[in-house]
């Protein structure tokens, strides 16, 4: 089983003077062996905007938004 988490949330500012919120997301897969409890153990992380649109992360401070191509920064 595949479950998300919502784990920040970064206000960025884009090229275009925009303002955004990304959204960091841990993804975790549930696994349970026959005599121990499930684990939920943490794999991937995702980015969207919290319009829903894809996000790159590129570094630390910087992402892409991947349908306009546009680097937006961290604020602060």
Known sequence: MRMRKEINRYRCIG?????????EYQN??????LNNPPQDVPTTLEWFLSDS???NFIDDNTFQIL???????KIG
């Open 28 to 33: 975790f897969t549930r696994y349970q062996t």
């Open 53 to 55: 649109r894809d996000v």
């Open 15 to 23: 090229d275009s003077g925009r303002e955004y919120t990304v959204i």
């Open 67 to 73: 349908d306009t191509d546009e680097f937006i920064r």
